[in-house]
């Protein structure tokens, strides 16, 4: 890296814009020479991966310029990007090097054709979601050593990918058996990912509803998390248990609602003020009404006071069950004038500055 960095200095003092350009050709064909790499360097102790690719861009960007001052603008950007970190507070996101992160989504509609299956991910639990979602929101939500919380853990999707990302995760689950899979999966996973001693993953087997557990974690594990995942049960279309207290057995969408509330301030007692939090739901069909649980539950959480800052609609992928009975349903919806679901919702909030 010093060795490119000296060269790019060298280009600086460049008088005309041909002799520039004839310095940074000279280093890009040095890169072509080496194919697609990985690029390790430190700023401030702290470990940058570039792609050759990346800087390839930068590189050509410069020699497409038309003027010298361009030019140089681009150099000193380049330099400054490989030199100076820029971070916006709640990620570990270089935004010198923002054109870097191609795999980081910023449009409101996820389209996976495939569930993430590395590592122990699996869709053997009846209603997790697929790991890409939790991936996505930890990197732009949180940074590395901060406390992710999830109140409904199920079988620990979130945990999974908050270990990998080395960011601390702690969840909750009123079902034994899910705490009880979630913890297999996540042990096996510390030793398949080498996850460092330090990173802490902490599963509490408790009724979300209750602010016993706020206190339960604020005496022995921590007393804030820096980021919410909820991905409560989409009111009673999968039964998770015969538990009264479990979300999928509220009599109605008030009570679902006002359970869910109920999480959501327990859960909230915990996240630093303005730090973001995130919601995963569906809606549903009532004898053949739509039941907008999405929108309801987000016009109950913006009435609390928060920021709605983002609305995603993700795609349902096609599981092997649903494609069998694809024309059936296709059938149905048009004799019964009603369409088939096919996304979920995502709504992102930041935590207003009050309380709750
Ligand atoms: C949609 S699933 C979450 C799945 C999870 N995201 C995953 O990928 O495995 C909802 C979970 O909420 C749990 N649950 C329902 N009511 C609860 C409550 N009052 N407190 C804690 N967990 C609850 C259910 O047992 C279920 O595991």
Redesign the pocket.
């Known amino acids: 890296m010093t060795d490119l960095l000296k060269k790019l200095k060298k280009a600086e003092a460049a008088e005309n814009i041909a002799d520039l350009r004839l310095l940074i050709s000279k280093i890009s064909d040095e890169l072509t020479s080496q194919n697609e790499q990985l690029i390790e360097f430190y700023i401030s102790g702290q470990k940058i991966v570039i792609k050759t690719s990346s800087l390839q861009k930068d590189l050509q960007q410069i020699i497409d310029s038309k003027t010298i001052e361009r030019a140089k603008y681009y150099l000193k950007r380049l330099i400054n990007s490989l030199t100076e970190f820029k971070f916006s507070g709640i990620n570990d996101i270089n935004l010198n090097r923002w054109r870097d992160y191609d795999d980081i989504l910023t449009d409101s509609l996820w389209i996976f054709n495939k569930r993430d299956s590395s590592g122990k991910h699996t869709a053997q639990?009846w209603?997790?979601?697929i790991p890409q979602i939790p991936n996505q929101l930890l990197r732009r939500y949180t940074k590395k050593s901060e406390w992710v919380l999830?109140?409904?853990?199920?079988?620990?999707?979130?945990m999974l990918e908050a270990q990998r990302l080395e960011r601390n995760c702690v969840g909750?689950?009123?079902?034994k058996k899910?705490a009880d899979v979630?913890r297999k999966l996540v042990k096996e996973e510390r030793v398949e990912f080498n996850v460092p001693e330090n990173v802490k993953s902490k599963i509490l087997v408790?009724?979300?509803?209750n602010p016993a557990f706020v206190n339960k974690i604020k005496s022995s594990i921590t007393d804030k998390v820096q980021f919410i995942m909820m991905?409560?049960?989409?009111w009673d279309i999968?039964k998770?248990?015969g538990?009264k207290?479990?979300?999928?057995n509220a009599s109605s969408e008030e009570a679902f609602l006002s359970?869910f509330e109920k999480?959501l301030d327990n859960s909230l007692d915990l996240l630093e003020p303005e730090r973001y939090f995130a919601v995963?739901i569906g809606d549903k069909y009532s004898k053949g009404d739509w039941i907008p649980l999405g929108f309801d539950l987000m016009n109950m959480i913006k009435a609390k006071g928060h920021k709605l800052k983002s609305i995603v609609v993700k795609n349902f992928e096609d599981t092997t069950a649903k494609r069998n009975t694809k024309d059936l349903w296709r059938y149905r919806a048009i004799a019964g004038g009603f369409y088939i679901f096919k996304h979920e919702y995502i709504f992102i909030f930041q935590k207003s500055k009050r309380k709750k």
């Open positions: 639990y209603g997790n979601f999830d109140p409904f853990l199920g079988s620990g999707t979130t909750i689950d009123l079902q899910a979630a408790g009724d979300s509803t991905h409560p049960p989409y999968i998770f248990s538990d207290n479990d979300l999928s359970m999480v995963v």
